[in-house]
C-alpha cells in the first residue's frame, strides 16, 4: 500500500482514506479506461511529456474526453508530489475510466469519466541494471490495439505470471515467431552494432523509455532500426534488452534458459544505461 495519503481524485486532493470507490464502475466492470505509471527519482517526474501525451493519445483512441488539458494534468501531478512531500525514488499511477455508470456496455450518457493518481515508492533495479535478467518466450495472446495503454490486462498478467514462475523477470513475446514486446516493456535486439525492435505500430505499446532509447541511440551514433527480429534471430544476437519506466535498461542475459552471447550485459547496453542515467540525472547522486 502506498505509504502517502494525499491522491488526486476527480482534479480534486484528497486524504486516500475519505475515498468512496462506486462498484457500478466502468474500469472495473469493463475494464474500460486507460492508465500511466510515471517514474519518480528523488521527487521529480521523468519524462512526463511523453508520459502526458501518450494518455491522451490512449484517451482519444477509446473516446474518453477528460475535461483537463495537458498543462493542467501535469501541474496536478506535481502538485500531489508536493503535497505529499515526496522526495523519493518512487512512481505516480495515474487511471481514467470512462466512469460510474450501471452495467451496460455502451457508453452511458451524461457521466464524467473517473480520474484518480497517487504516489508509490519504488527503488530502482540495481541489481537487474547491473547483472541483467532472464526471460521466457511466449505466444502474443493480446488484442490488436496494444498502442493503447488501457486497463485490460490479463494477457499481460498472465505472461509475467508465467515468467515469474519460471524463474524469470520478463516474458518475450510473439506473433509467428516476430517479437512484439514483452508482457510490460519493449524489447530491442542488438546485432553488429545496430538496434533492432518491433515498429511502433498498433501491435505494441510505444513506451516512453523507448522514445528516450532512440534518442539515445541517435545521439551515440547507433543505428536503431523499427524492424521485429524473430524467434531465431535471439539466440543469435550479440545482446538484448527490455526497457520500461520500471526497469529503465535493463540487460536480457538469458532467454528460454539459453544464454545470449556470453551471457553479460553488452557493450551497447551499457552505453544507453549511462546515457539514461545522465538523462535521468541519476548519475550525479551515484557519484556523491
Ligand atoms: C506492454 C508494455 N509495453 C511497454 C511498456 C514500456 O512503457 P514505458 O517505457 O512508457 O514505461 C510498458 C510499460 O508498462 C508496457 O506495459
Same mark, same amino acid.
Given at each position: ?8 481524485? &476527480? =482534479? ?18 469493463? +475494464?474500460? +479506461? ?12 521523468? $519524462? ?6 501518450? $494518455? ?7 473516446? !474518453? ?8 494534468? !501535469? ?11 515526496? /522526495? ?10 470512462? =466512469?460510474?455508470?450501471?452495467? !451496460? ?7 464524467? %469519466? /473517473? ?7 519504488? %527503488? ?9 535478467? +532472464?526471460?521466457?518466450?511466449? %505466444? ?34 510473439? $506473433? ?6 514483452? +508482457?510490460?516493456? /519493449? ?23 523507448? !522514445? ?21 534471430? #535471439? ?16 540487460? #536480457?542475459?538469458?532467454? @528460454? &534458459?539459453?544464454? #545470449?552471447? @556470453? =551471457? ?16 535521468? &540525472? ?7
Amino acid at each position: 500500500m502506498s505509504m502517502y495519503p494525499i491522491i488526486l481524485s &476527480q =482534479g480534486k486532493f484528497t486524504h486516500k482514506d475519505s475515498l468512496t470507490f462506486p462498484y457500478e464502475e466502468r474500469g472495473l466492470h469493463f +475494464g474500460d +479506461g486507460v492508465y500511466e505509471v510515471i517514474r519518480i527519482y528523488d521527487g521529480r517526474l521523468y $519524462l512526463l511529456d511523453e508520459h502526458v501525451d501518450r $494518455l491522451f493519445r490512449s484517451l482519444d483512441a477509446i473516446r !474518453i474526453e477528460l475535461k483537463h488539458s495537458k498543462a493542467e494534468i !501535469i501541474n496536478l501531478l506535481s502538485e500531489l508530489i508536493a503535497r505529499n512531500n515526496m /522526495n523519493q525514488d518512487g512512481l505516480v499511477y495515474l487511471q481514467v475510466s470512462r =466512469g460510474s455508470a450501471k452495467r !451496460i456496455h455502451t457508453f452511458p450518457e451524461n457521466v464524467e %469519466p /473517473n480520474f484518480y493518481a497517487y504516489l508509490e515508492n519504488q %527503488p530502482r533495479n540495481v541489481e537487474g541494471i547491473a547483472d541483467g535478467v +532472464g526471460a521466457i518466450t511466449l %505466444p502474443d495472446e493480446r488484442w490488436q490495439n496494444c498502442y493503447i495503454k488501457s486497463l485490460n490486462l490479463l494477457p499481460n498478467v498472465l505472461a509475467k505470471q508465467t515468467a515469474l514462475e519460471q524463474g524469470c523477470y520478463e516474458a518475450i513475446l510473439h $506473433l509467428d515467431g516476430r517479437v512484439t514486446e514483452c +508482457g510490460s516493456s /519493449n524489447v530491442f535486439l542488438v546485432k553488429d552494432g545496430k538496434i533492432y525492435t518491433h515498429p511502433a505500430t498498433h501491435r505494441i505499446l510505444k513506451g516512453c523509455v523507448r !522514445i528516450a532509447v532512440e534518442r539515445f541511440a541517435n545521439d551515440l551514433n547507433i543505428p536503431f532500426i523499427e524492424e521485429a527480429f524473430t524467434l531465431d534471430d #535471439i539466440h543469435e544476437a550479440d545482446e538484448l534488452f527490455l526497457t520500461s519506466s520500471m526497469s529503465e535498461v535493463l540487460p #536480457i542475459v538469458e532467454v @528460454d &534458459q539459453k544464454k #545470449i552471447a @556470453d =551471457g553479460k550485459p553488452g557493450d551497447i547496453s551499457r552505453k544507453l544505461q549511462e546515457a539514461y542515467e545522465i538523462d535521468a &540525472q541519476l548519475k550525479r547522486e551515484k557519484v556523491k
